[in-house]
């Protein structure tokens, strides 16, 4: 019998919460098979039977906080010889090979408590008690304890609590507790779905991704002292290399010509120049970095993920893209790892594949500063005092933190990052 733990969830994260079981209690499982889907701060991660045996025992349920080393199940293996502890000491008894030998042994000290007296075998299997037994248990004030398991591995089910609670009712006299507890269980799920002030709501939990989202967003706000600055981009040169290149880009790369790496190499340009962009705070000091850890805002279903672009500066276009590509198709489909969240510099966050044509990005702290990308809108452009054009523009927003940047640099940064994109060929000698 092992107990099935929560992992190490990787630096500063102490805790979790079970998204989803991807097995139930009895099921078979064999060493390396996924259990379970933990949900963290940043990524899912999954955790995995650890040897071979019979889910005994699922003691959190999707939706719980779990802790770093907390045990969520239980994975017997005298259960995995089939079934009552009887037959397991005879089938042990025929085997012949040395591992099913040592089973064998192991099988009847795990199967002895369920036949042994009651009283033992409820002391030793508490912790074997099913979900709704335990819930039960508890809207009850039973002592898990205290009851009697019939199951011959010991498990104790609902309807050995039931059974209990018919005793304690016959021996002490009136069992209010028990008629009450149904009520008071059923009270927060009423209330849920009643309506407010004649209206219907919906009360739905915040996931744990959500819920950092939102404390990481409102630490910002109170902690840096966050600026926004703006300018337009004519898109032109861009959009006519994209039309040009793309075909031939696409066949000898694989991957398509998009927006980002353009926006991509115009940031690193920009961020060079400007340096203090590229910074954060450390206590009273300024950690000025020497490198180009590009964030890439994706949003994904359980909420906004910033996957990094790692060294962006020594990437190539395609590299750029391909990259891009693959954190992005990560994120969708919530597989990307730990380290492929953390450390970024800078990052770029596209509001105009939702159609947002201006919005001001809040920092992803502790970085100074962030790129909101927006829709591209044809919009009539002055080139002189007698003609006027219709251009495609992109409105480019820059939030900055002001404790560290000051307004005069934070719009030379923009500024750059305009001159970049609108000069395309710039951004080669920017490389």
Do not use: C
């Amino acid at each position: 019998m092992s107990e099935i733990k929560v992992p190490d969830l990787g630096e500063s994260i102490s805790e979790g919460t079970i998204y989803k079981w991807l097995v139930k209690e009895g099921d078979t499982v064999g060493q390396g098979d996924v259990l379970a889907e933990l949900e963290t701060d940043k990524v899912n991660l999954e955790i995995s039977a650890e040897e071979d045996g019979v889910i005994s025992a699922i003691l959190r349920q999707a939706g719980e906080n779990v802790a770093v080393g907390e045990a969520i199940g239980v994975i017997g293996a005298a259960a995995a010889g089939g079934g009552a502890g009887g037959e397991s000491s005879a089938n042990s008894g025929g085997s012949s090979s040395a591992p099913a030998a040592a089973s064998a042994a192991q099988a009847p000290a795990a199967a002895a408590p369920a036949p042994a007296a009651p009283e033992g075998a409820a002391g030793s299997t508490a912790a074997l008690a099913t979900p709704g037994a335990r819930k039960l248990a508890r809207e009850r004030g039973i002592d898990l304890g205290e009851v009697t398991a019939r199951d011959p591995i010991g498990r104790i089910a609902q309807a050995d609590v039931n059974g209990h609670g018919a005793a304690g009712q016959a021996a002490a006299a009136p069992a209010a507790p028990a008629p009450q507890a149904v009520p008071a269980a059923a009270k927060p799920a009423a209330a849920n779905a009643a309506p407010q002030d004649g209206k219907a709501v919906e009360r739905k939990r915040m996931s744990r991704r959500r819920l950092t989202i939102a404390s990481r967003l409102v630490e910002a706000q109170q902690t840096a002292a966050m600026l926004t600055t703006f300018n337009e981009v004519d898109m032109t040169a861009i959009l006519d290399i994209r039309k040009r290149r793309k075909d031939a880009f696409k066949e000898k790369h694989d991957v398509g010509l998009g927006f980002m790496s353009f926006f991509t190499k115009a940031v690193i340009g920009a961020l060079k120049a400007y340096p203090l962009l590229n910074a954060e705070i450390d206590g009273e000091e300024l950690l000025i970095k020497k490198y180009y850890d590009i964030g890439i805002a994706v949003s994904a279903k359980e909420g906004l993920v910033v996957p990094v672009v790692r060294d962006a500066d020594r990437l190539s276009f395609p590299e750029i893209e391909r990259q891009i590509l693959e954190l992005a198709s990560k994120a969708r489909a919530n597989t990307l790892s730990l380290p492929e969240l953390q450390g970024g510099t800078f990052t770029i966050t596209n509001g105009g594949v939702f159609g947002s044509l201006l919005s001001t990005p809040i920092l992803n702290t502790p970085q100074v500063g962030i790129l909101g990308m927006h829709k591209i809108q044809l919009r009539p452009i002055a080139l002189d005092e007698e003609t006027t054009v219709n251009r495609p523009m992109m409105y480019i927003a820059l939030s900055y933190d002001h404790r560290i940047v000051d307004g005069s640099e934070a719009v030379s940064f923009l500024v750059k990052v305009k001159e970049l994109l609108e000069d395309p060929e710039a951004l080669l000698l920017e490389g």
